[in-house]
């Protein structure tokens, strides 16, 4: 039976699945609109595409480690609750492994990839959602490579709330890579160095010093080397190696590297929800809103 786009449009009103999930589902079913959202239900499809309005802002991230490859992600679900569940961390460190193993260019293509037990990794998670009962979602992930004379410094804290993953060479000390991340988990920094910092951003935060300081009634002519003085602190602010290492602050990040004969060579700092705006139900005022309706 030939499917019409008719009928994906009412699957897809009964069970608010995807139009290719349900294209695929009358497709299995040959047309039957029952055994289709019965597909769709079987597959954790239909039940997961009805939370797919809700927003999920916990979760955890992870790293994994393989020889000279390793990949940082993070996974969300809408409650920290569920993050300490067994059976999501299991999705997690599996996603990881497939990830780590396929190296996909991005999520949308990891989504489409077929896991070792046939699935896609979109269906896969979707199994997870059915069984778990929350939206949970792959938001992100980053692969990095080392060479041979180099090291992964990989940490997480509070169990996977912030996970960093580190790169240095000169050294195959993995103790010293994690004391690096530590210390990205704990100050949060943008770059490695300063020479990261693009001639926008310095140029931007110049003006707004200088314009800071003429406001604070500073004679013009002091004002540029104190803008200079304040473009320190700046950099000190967001670049790894001008920092005050966490664990010595009477000394910076840059020279405890050099004291292990090492160079940062780059690192990845995730938070789990950062970026997603958390919804804040108000109940009063949604029961006045439907009141006034």
Avoid: W
Avoid at 66 to 73: D, F, H, R, T, Y
């Amino acid at each position: 039976m030939a499917v019409t786009a008719q009928m994906v449009k009412e699957l897809r009103e009964k069970t608010g699945a995807g139009m290719m999930d349900c294209k695929k589902a009358l497709t299995e079913t040959d047309g039957d609109m029952d055994k289709a959202i019965d597909y769709l239900r079987e597959k954790g499809i239909a039940k997961a595409a009805k939370k797919g309005d809700r927003i999920a802002a916990e979760g955890l991230t992870s790293i994994e480690v393989s020889g000279n490859e390793a990949v940082i992600l993070e996974v969300n679900s809408e409650t920290d609750f569920v993050a300490k569940n067994e059976g999501f961390q299991t999705l997690v460190k599996e996603l990881g492994a497939h990830l780590l193993a396929k190296k996909p260019a991005n999520v949308e293509e990891a989504l489409e990839q077929k896991m070792d037990n046939g699935s896609t990794v979109s269906e896969y998670i979707n199994g997870a959602i059915a069984k778990i009962g929350e939206k949970l979602s792959l938001r992100r992930f980053e692969i990095a490579t080392k060479e041979d004379g180099d090291v992964f410094g990989a940490y997480l804290h509070m169990g996977g709330r912030i996970g960093v993953l580190s790169v240095l060479g000169g050294t195959t000390d993995a103790d010293v890579a994690k004391d690096v991340a530590m210390h990205v988990a704990a100050v949060n920094p943008k770059y490695v160095s300063r020479d990261q910092v693009s001639s926008e951003e310095v140029e931007h935060e110049r003006e707004v010093l200088t314009q800071q300081a003429l406001n604070e009634g500073k004679p013009e002519n002091i004002v540029a080397k104190m803008v200079e003085g304040r473009l320190g602190k700046f950099f000190e602010d967001i670049c790894l190696l001008d920092q005050s290492f966490v664990k010595d602050p009477d000394q910076k990040v840059r020279k405890f590297v050099e004291s292990k004969g090492a160079t940062v060579k780059s690192f990845v700092r995730y938070e789990v929800g950062e970026g997603i705006e958390k919804r804040q139900d108000n109940f009063a005022e949604e029961v006045m809103s439907q009141v006034k309706k």
